[in-house]
């Protein structure tokens, strides 16, 4: 991290109001969006920006999460910069048009304030909504406080827009931990920002008439969007979108270190954020917010003596297979946890590609899953060290079941 | 919208290039694709076509190839009005921001029955609520044909389809079409019309009054589809034809909610004599056959009824001739 070059404004924001501050200085064409608890206070300040003249968007307030999608979808491929948020009902209302987006390659960014799903009716914050959205073909970036929305939506209009990219991006950040929590942030000028995510750029693409143009609705150069494909085409159009993913993953790491010479902050690479990780036996993995309550009870183990880590995993599409296997491959015990559930599975989704990802290891930690926090279910710091204890006793017994639920009544 | 009167003369029509272009793949007598082919023929410039998943979506999009020689999208089944709001809020922002160099970009949606009456009426009612500047045609062949002749809400009662067979209790579909110009109407749009394409100067007048509004505009073409009809290719705008003589489908238009019928239904409700039984636009159709039988005559007679009653509905809710 270099030093801060340009001065910055300390403003006292909550998730949400970070998040619409942000897509404000990113100069957005459109935004479509959908009113849902707990994502609403981003479009709401959004709104204000508009009925006071402060951007120059067009701002859509669709019918339905369905149709903000699309028009976001519609309003990228027309070449318009775009940004949408959602959340829990909402998010999945949009599933189908998530992978018509990411296939159409179109750079939609969305904030996710992640809430639970349906039923029982919860609005409070779990990660069931966006990981049940992981093979949907977005990007999937998760930022631990305000500040880090604030820095990933800016982040995030370079990685989608990014012609080798080309990719739509979820944003995900802790319904109510974050989304409603006022913090500290640090805010750039709005000309840095707009100069750093720069105009939109498109992909040069054949069209039919055998002229090389930009990849846009265009009536100077008639493209079809959206076509109807064949199982001779179908495949090859999937391994793109993997290939693009794979780039992805360059980028972001790119972006990441471009932005902390800016703003003087980053986030690890931009795919894994390690915390007391280096000579670490027993480490946590987790996604979101919680990692800064268990940087605490980590900075307590050392104290006492346990070499205790702790891994953030930020980007979780596309997956740092080679980022985890390096950060993790001297951990003995790893526990990784996660905000949702796949009932009938082993495990939940982040546990899962993580045991996935060390398996090719020659020596690999042996990996245990914590599924907590649904539905707002708070995790005390007491809760978490509990974590920490088991992984100390398990180095002991080496016995232990893959699948643990912590602070639930049973 | 002004009150220009476009002529569109045969002459001028089969010397403007086709934007609708032949090699599509659509059935031979495809009433759709007649009529979107003369449709494009009426646009007045620069124009963005988006398609509801449908006939005349997969028929001209067939990867690598394309029948539009024009800019077009298709994204899903039910938000073909969400993907023109999308084209046209971007071509509004982009436009005050000086990155389109054209003046202005007409927005077309393009749907069937299904696409607009059942599965796409949400996104159709929220986009023309918002007030987007754009067309939206539905091209109405009463069912889902493109996957295998369903029944939809724009299906009329007693036709037979694959989820409505002619069976020895149900007689077809049971219950009535949906009036989804009356549900537009009641948007307060300042365009609705309806057409077919036998009467094909009348549709393009429509088509260009529709595209000259400045906001949202819809237009409701009536298109037989031979093989979900069940009926001869050769006889597409017989049928066309019929419907408007039969009052099955009366041709009319709405101008901020004043009505007025177009000049072939106009004709009828001047000289009643001239309006044809519904029978004769009936019969032909296979899938009416199972009508034409002692048991089920009264259905017939049903029908007769029920589009007498529509018409003499429409003719009051009509602006004096």
Not at chain 2, 234 to 246: F, N, P, Q
Not at chain 2, 307 to 316: M, Y
Request: hydrophobic share 40%.
């Amino acid at each position: 991290m270099t030093t801060q070059q340009i001065k910055q404004e300390i403003v006292a924001m909550n998730g949400d109001e970070a998040v619409a501050l942000a897509v404000k200085q990113c100069d957005v064409d459109v935004v479509a969006a959908y009113p849902i608890t707990p994502q609403t206070i981003i479009v709401e300040k959004f709104s204000e920006y508009v009925a006071n003249g402060e951007v120059q968007t067009e701002f859509v307030c669709t019918e339905s999460e369905h149709s903000a999608m699309t028009a976001c979808l519609a309003a990228a491929a027309t070449g318009a910069r775009t940004f949408t948020a959602s959340a829990s009902a909402g998010l999945a209302l949009m599933h189908e048009m998530l992978f018509v987006t990411s296939g159409s390659r179109a750079p939609v960014v969305m904030a996710v304030a992640n809430r639970a799903l349906s039923s029982p009716l919860n609005i409070h914050g779990d990660h069931s909504d966006s990981m049940a959205e992981r093979d949907s073909g977005w990007i999937q970036i998760y930022v631990e406080n305000a500040q880090e929305a604030y820095d990933s939506i800016i982040q995030a209009f370079r990685i989608a827009e990014d012609i080798e990219v080309s990719l739509p991006i979820i944003v995900g950040l802790d319904g109510f931990t974050i989304s409603h929590t006022l913090e500290r942030t640090d805010v750039l000028p709005e000309e840095t920002v707009k100069k750093f995510v720069g105009e939109r750029k498109f992909p040069m693409v054949l069209n039919h008439e055998g002229k090389t143009v930009p990849f846009k609705l265009d009536p100077e150069n008639p493209m079809l969007m959206g076509p109807n494909v064949s199982p001779n085409y179908y495949f090859e159009f999937k391994r793109q979108q993997e290939e693009a993913m794979r780039n992805a993953l360059k980028k972001i790491q790119e972006i990441n270190t471009e932005y902390a010479k800016l703003s003087g902050r980053s986030y690890g690479n931009g795919l894994v954020d390690a915390y007391k990780l280096d000579d670490a036996e027993i480490a946590i993995l987790v996604v979101g917010s919680t990692a800064g309550t268990l940087k605490v009870i980590v900075d307590q183990l050392r104290q006492e003596g346990v070499k205790a880590g702790l891994l953030r995993l930020r980007t979780f599409r596309p997956f740092p297979v080679e980022d985890l296997k390096n950060t993790l491959k001297n951990v003995k015990i790893l526990a990784v946890m996660d905000k949702s559930m796949s009932p009938g599975s082993l495990g939940a989704a982040v546990f899962n590609e993580v045991r996935n990802a060390l398996y090719d290891l020659k020596q690999r930690p042996t990996v245990v899953n914590y599924i907590f926090g649904l539905g707002g279910r708070d995790s005390s710091p007491r809760d978490l060290k509990r974590i920490y204890e088991d992984l100390i006793r398990l180095a002991k017994t080496g016995q232990t079941e893959s699948v643990h639920y912590l602070g639930l009544r049973e | 919208m002004t009150t220009q009167e476009w002529k569109f003369t045969a002459k001028e029509i089969a010397q403007k290039p086709d934007l609708f272009l032949s090699g599509h793949r659509a059935c031979a007598g495809c009433g759709p694709a007649a009529a979107l082919r003369l449709i494009m023929k009426a646009t007045r410039g620069p124009t963005i076509v988006t398609q509801a998943t449908g006939c005349m979506e997969i028929v001209g999009s067939i990867y690598p190839y394309t029948s539009w020689a024009l800019p077009w999208l298709h994204t899903a089944f039910e938000n073909a009005a969400a993907n023109a709001s999308g084209i046209e809020a971007a071509l509004k922002i982009l436009s005050k921001k000086g990155k389109i160099k054209q003046e202005h970009i007409d927005v077309i949606a393009l749907a069937g029955d299904g696409g607009t009456i059942d599965i796409g009426l949400q996104a159709l009612s929220g986009a023309v609520e918002r007030g987007h500047d754009f067309l939206f045609i539905l091209y109405d062949n009463e069912g889902y044909m493109n996957t295998g002749i369903q029944r939809s809400g724009g299906t009329p009662t007693g036709a037979a389809t694959t989820t409505t067979p002619a069976g020895s209790v149900n007689p077809g579909k049971l219950e009535k079409k949906k009036p989804i110009t009356e549900i537009m109407l009641a948007h307060e749009m300042e365009y609705v019309a309806t057409a077919t394409p036998y009467y094909w100067k009348d549709m393009l007048t429509k088509v260009r009054k529709g595209l000259e509004v400045d906001g949202p505009a819809f237009l409701h073409v009536f298109a037989p589809c031979p093989r979900g009809w069940r009926s001869e290719p050769a006889r597409t705008m017989e049928y066309s034809k019929l419907s408007v003589e039969s009052c099955m489908f009366p041709i009319w238009e709405a101008v901020n909610g004043k009505r007025q019928l177009s000049t072939p239904s106009k004709l009828i409700a001047l000289a009643p004599q001239k309006k044809k039984p519904v029978k004769a636009y009936l019969e032909g159709q296979g899938r009416f056959r199972h009508l034409f039988t002692p048991q089920n005559s009264h259905i017939l007679d049903e029908i007769q009824r029920n589009t007498d009653e529509r018409w003499n509905r429409l003719l009051q809710k009509c602006e004096p001739a």
